[in-house]
């Protein structure tokens, strides 16, 4: 009995070992992946979410250390109009470069998904703006724009279109829209290769059955490849405003947020919160709000891809 | 036929406008790198050098100062770079060769997981990080700023990987499989070979990931001696903001390789990130 029980019991541990050891394959795979998303991304994230209910000051530890105040933070948020200067410095930020590097972005998508000789040429120049370094771009376009030697001054000049020279990054009105189009210019090739990559999937069938049907070349936009790109188009609308909700460098470099905060976006508003005035809970209670945002979107982005993942 | 013709003509000079808009900066940067001084600063700008200089190159390489040192930087940028990506990328290929392979428990939810740290905002991480890494000491260290690289480069490595393991057909595992090899030996002597592409754009965007940074570095290196180059030549512009030719040659010698290696990667960077949604 006691020979047969054990008999049973080697066998299912057998299996059971045979089993586990299968079970366990992939975790040994996913072991360092898993460690580096609880260690690098949940644990920081986790203190964030704390440090915006703490007293946290790195400058000036009181004497309990870093002690709870409730929603204290956030209230201080919502009573700084500075914070309020960059919400609305970020929505027009977005608004408007997500809109400019979209159309710039489809028109030259289209432009390049037609035929002509030299085509594969244009298609790696336009890449070029995506390629350079933020930080190189922003100087670039600072000495471009700059109010006494600069190239835009110049031209601008020339084509009689000004009656004095504009200083772009330190003229309060001029300096945000000089920003987006920086922004704009270094993003739009990123919006052109997707839809491009959208068109080039689009059957050649439909053109050929337009072109005998007599369609005008608006008309096959409008009907053929407009609905073609809808799901790369949807991925590329929501990447480009997480992504911008993050950016930081070219708003940064280009003005450092001034003048008089007009060009101070929500990552700078921030960054300045915790390194300049060392108010780290904060800027941890500014963090964690712009991440509810962005997981807002990344939410919608989700079911844009598996949306596209189903189409195939 | 007649307007088609007009078509054509209209699409080469759109495309040619395009084109300038996307090149004219770096055009100009290229141009200002190899002027004078006193070229640069006149009021009437010139497109080609009318006495190109090699000054600014050599300013770049032969000054330092106790605040400037582009050789210092350039290496410092390489080695975090560099690091960054050997770290992510071994950490990419396991699991985004698990993910791909495997069905397991919370499959799903780890590739939510996965996807949802590339959106994190730099700026709320950067927080705890900052504290997180003063307590270890790994503040103004270069194995600090890898570290903070590592958190957003894994998840990107890791789901492009995923994406190129899937593309290779799982019977010629089960060839070797039937042949006696175990799963480590498979995946080594199998899998990764045929892979070689996809390890090479993964890794090179994780190396241009650390050589572009700024925000990381501008907060977390307060030392001139650990800069990296976007650190070290964004600092230049408001230490000697006149000297045009010497930064915009510095600019040049950051932007040459990322644009070598961005040209040639543009197919599998736009694989991975359109992760599907684009029909193939």
């Given at each position: 009995?006691?020979?047969?029980?054990?008999?049973?019991?080697?066998k299912?541990d057998?299996?059971?070992?045979?089993?586990?050891?299968?079970?366990?394959?992939?975790?040994?795979?996913?072991?360092?992946?898993?460690?580096?998303?609880?260690?690098?991304?949940?644990?920081?994230?986790?203190?964030?979410?704390?440090?915006?209910?703490?007293?946290?000051?790195?400058?000036?530890?009181s004497?309990?250390?870093?002690?709870?105040?409730?929603?204290?933070?956030?209230?201080?948020?919502?009573?700084?109009?500075?914070?309020?200067?960059?919400?609305?410095?970020?929505?027009?930020?977005?608004?408007?470069t997500?809109?400019?590097?979209?159309?710039?972005?489809?028109?030259?998508?289209?432009?390049?998904?037609?035929?002509?000789?030299?085509?594969?040429?244009?298609?790696?120049?336009?890449?070029?703006?995506?390629?350079?370094?933020?930080?190189?771009?922003?100087?670039?376009?600072?000495?471009?724009?700059?109010?006494?030697y600069?190239?835009?001054?110049f031209?601008?000049?020339?084509?009689?279109?000004?009656?004095?020279?504009?200083?772009?990054?330190q003229?309060?009105?001029?300096?945000?829209?000089a920003?987006?189009?920086?922004?704009?210019?270094?993003?739009?090739?990123?919006?052109?290769?997707?839809?491009?990559?959208?068109?080039?999937?689009?059957?050649?069938?439909?053109?050929?059955?337009a072109?005998?049907?007599?369609?005008s070349?608006?008309?096959?936009?409008?009907?053929?490849?407009?609905?073609?790109?809808?799901?790369?188009?949807?991925?590329v609308?929501?990447?480009?405003?997480?992504?911008?909700?993050?950016?930081?460098?070219?708003?940064?470099?280009?003005?450092?947020?001034?003048?008089?905060?007009?060009?101070?976006?929500?990552?700078i508003?921030?960054?300045?919160?915790?390194?300049?005035?060392?108010?780290?809970?904060?800027?941890?209670?500014?963090?964690?709000?712009m991440?509810?945002?962005?997981?807002?979107?990344?939410?919608?982005?989700?079911?844009?891809?598996?949306?596209?993942?189903?189409?195939? | 036929?007649?307007?088609?013709k007009t078509?054509?003509?209209?699409?080469?000079?759109?495309?040619?406008?395009?084109?300038?808009?996307?090149?004219?900066?770096f055009?100009w940067?290229?141009?200002?790198?190899?002027?004078?001084?006193s070229?640069i600063y006149?009021?009437?700008?010139?497109?080609?050098?009318?006495?190109?200089?090699?000054?600014?190159?050599i300013?770049?390489?032969?000054?330092?100062?106790?605040t400037?040192?582009?050789k210092?930087?350039?290496?410092?940028?390489?080695?975090?770079?560099?690091l960054?990506t050997?770290?992510?990328?071994?950490?990419?290929?396991?699991?985004?060769?698990?993910?791909?392979?495997?069905?397991?428990?919370?499959?799903?939810?780890?590739?939510?997981v996965?996807?949802?740290?590339?959106?994190?905002?730099?700026?709320?991480?950067?927080?705890?990080?900052?504290?997180?890494?003063?307590?270890?000491?790994?503040?103004?260290?270069?194995?600090?700023?890898?570290?903070?690289?590592?958190?957003?480069?894994?998840?990107?490595?890791?789901?492009?990987m995923?994406?190129?393991?899937?593309?290779?057909?799982?019977?010629?595992?089960?060839?070797?499989?039937?042949?006696?090899?175990?799963?480590?030996?498979?995946?080594?002597?199998?899998?990764?070979?045929?892979?070689?592409p996809?390890?090479?754009?993964?890794?090179?965007?994780?190396?241009?990931?650390?050589?572009?940074e700024?925000?990381?570095?501008?907060?977390?290196?307060?030392?001139?001696?650990?800069?990296?180059?976007?650190?070290?030549?964004?600092?230049?512009?408001?230490?000697y903001?006149?000297d045009?030719?010497?930064?915009?040659?510095?600019?040049v010698?950051?932007?040459?390789?990322?644009?070598?290696?961005?040209?040639?990667?543009?197919?599998?960077l736009?694989?991975?990130?359109?992760?599907?949604?684009?029909?193939?």
């Amino acid at each position: 009995m006691s020979e047969r029980f054990q008999e049973v019991s080697g066998k299912l541990d057998m299996n059971k070992n045979g089993k586990l050891k299968k079970n366990m394959e992939p975790y040994l795979f996913l072991a360092p992946l898993l460690l580096i998303l609880l260690v690098f991304l949940l644990v920081p994230i986790v203190k964030a979410a704390a440090m915006s209910f703490q007293y946290y000051y790195i400058v000036r530890p009181s004497a309990d250390g870093h002690y709870f105040v409730g929603l204290e933070n956030y209230q201080n948020l919502l009573a700084d109009e500075n914070f309020y200067n960059s919400v609305k410095v970020t929505v027009i930020y977005i608004l408007v470069t997500v809109i400019g590097r979209y159309v710039l972005g489809f028109l030259s998508a289209l432009l390049l998904n037609t035929q002509f000789k030299g085509r594969g040429l244009a298609r790696a120049l336009v890449i070029i703006p995506w390629a350079v370094p933020e930080v190189v771009a922003c100087l670039v376009w600072m000495l471009m724009y700059d109010r006494d030697y600069g190239i835009i001054n110049f031209l601008l000049n020339n084509a009689g279109m000004l009656s004095q020279n504009i200083a772009f990054l330190q003229d309060v009105k001029v300096a945000l829209p000089a920003a987006m189009v920086v922004n704009i210019w270094k993003g739009f090739p990123f919006v052109a290769i997707m839809l491009l990559a959208g068109m080039q999937s689009i059957s050649e069938d439909l053109f050929e059955a337009a072109e005998i049907d007599g369609a005008s070349w608006i008309q096959k936009v409008r009907y053929i490849v407009i609905p073609g790109i809808k799901s790369v188009s949807t991925v590329v609308f929501l990447l480009l405003v997480i992504w911008t909700i993050k950016d930081y460098a070219i708003a940064y470099v280009l003005a450092k947020g001034g003048p008089s905060r007009a060009t101070e976006i929500l990552t700078i508003f921030i960054q300045q919160t915790a390194f300049k005035t060392f108010d780290f809970g904060k800027a941890a209670a500014a963090g964690m709000l712009m991440l509810l945002v962005s997981l807002v979107f990344t939410f919608f982005y989700f079911k844009a891809v598996n949306r596209g993942e189903e189409d195939v | 036929m007649k307007t088609r013709k007009t078509g054509k003509a209209i699409t080469i000079i759109l495309t040619i406008i395009v084109c300038i808009f996307a090149l004219f900066p770096f055009i100009w940067m290229l141009s200002t790198s190899f002027k004078t001084n006193s070229e640069i600063y006149n009021a009437a700008p010139s497109f080609i050098p009318k006495e190109p200089t090699a000054s600014g190159y050599i300013n770049m390489f032969t000054t330092e100062t106790s605040t400037f040192n582009f050789k210092q930087w350039a290496a410092n940028s390489v080695f975090v770079a560099f690091l960054t990506t050997v770290f992510s990328m071994i950490i990419a290929v396991l699991g985004g060769y698990g993910i791909s392979r495997y069905r397991f428990r919370g499959r799903g939810a780890l590739s939510y997981v996965v996807l949802t740290t590339q959106v994190l905002p730099g700026s709320l991480l950067m927080i705890p990080l900052y504290i997180i890494m003063g307590n270890f000491n790994l503040l103004d260290t270069k194995t600090g700023l890898m570290l903070a690289y590592v958190t957003f480069t894994v998840p990107f490595c890791t789901w492009m990987m995923k994406g190129f393991f899937d593309s290779i057909p799982i019977s010629l595992e089960e060839a070797a499989r039937v042949d006696g090899a175990g799963t480590f030996r498979c995946f080594a002597t199998v899998v990764l070979p045929l892979t070689v592409p996809g390890l090479v754009s993964t890794g090179l965007f994780a190396f241009i990931n650390g050589w572009n940074e700024y925000l990381f570095a501008s907060s977390f290196m307060q030392s001139y001696g650990n800069w990296t180059l976007p650190v070290g030549i964004a600092s230049f512009k408001g230490q000697y903001a006149t000297d045009w030719g010497t930064l915009m040659a510095g600019s040049v010698l950051i932007t040459i390789p990322v644009v070598i290696l961005f040209l040639g990667l543009q197919k599998h960077l736009v694989g991975g990130m359109t992760a599907g949604a684009v029909k193939q």
